[in-house]
């Protein structure tokens, strides 16, 4: 099985502090948010195509279970992105984002949640972070009747403190883009979130498919791209 993101691990990076940029104009940031949604669902049309397993393994003949598998990833992935300091309780923790997420992950997975989420939380506290996710295509890339894998791309974006009192300002960062190969299995006819780990889109058609879904999937190494939660 594949290496679990650590969750905080993006928490950690947008808990960086600096000096802030000058806003950018709305043209700007628009033409840029468009951008990257082409991007994103390019890249995710080939690497789905170039994984190219779902007609070989039956999922287009799935079809109800396939959007059933896409939805619930898409659900899985913005409640994982989505938190912010008023979430934060009287003990430092976030007991409304911890079962937005447990509610569409397996027990397995949410052992291995509990053990990290902490983290996040008290970068959350102290760093006044506040994330949203956006979803800009899913896939599924392998399907049967109790276990998928689904492809999505998307991505964060994140805003924090800096300043304290009459000081105190909103810092919003640059998108960050995500791409991930998200495993879900079947508990009793419900479709939960079993596994799920950041991964590259490939180089070029005919190359080695870095990323392939049923391959060796590695985890994006440059900058924060992909760090969830």
Not at 6 to 30: D, E, F, I, M, Y
Not at 155 to 181: I, K
Not at 192 to 215: C, I, N, Y
Request: net charge negative.
């Amino acid at each position: 099985m594949t290496e679990r993101a650590p969750a905080g691990q993006a928490a950690r990076a947008a808990a960086r502090t600096g000096t802030p940029a000058r806003a950018p104009r709305w043209r700007a940031l628009l033409a840029a948010v468009l951008g990257l949604v082409v991007v994103a669902c390019v890249a995710l049309l080939v690497w789905s195509t170039l994984g190219g397993r779902a007609s070989a393994e039956g999922g287009l003949e799935l079809p109800a279970e396939r959007e059933e598998a896409m939805s619930l990833t898409d659900q899985f992935v913005k409640r994982l992105g989505t938190y912010s300091p008023d979430m934060i309780d009287d003990a430092g923790q976030m007991p409304a984002y911890r079962e937005q997420v447990r509610e569409v992950i397996t027990p397995t997975f949410a052992a291995d949640f509990d053990k990290e989420v902490a983290t996040a939380e008290q970068l959350v506290a102290q760093g006044g972070i506040t994330r949203t996710a956006d979803v800009f295509a899913t896939a599924v890339s392998s399907i049967d009747d109790d276990s998928a894998r689904v492809l999505v791309a998307g991505a964060f974006s994140d805003s924090y403190r800096q300043g304290e009192g009459a000081e105190a300002r909103t810092v919003d960062q640059e998108p960050l883009p995500f791409r991930f190969a998200v495993d879900l299995v079947r508990i009793e006819g419900e479709w939960l979130v079993d596994d799920f780990t950041p991964v590259s889109a490939p180089e070029q058609p005919g190359g080695d498919t870095q990323g392939d879904t049923q391959g060796d999937t590695q985890g994006d190494t440059q900058g924060d791209e992909g760090s969830a939660p």
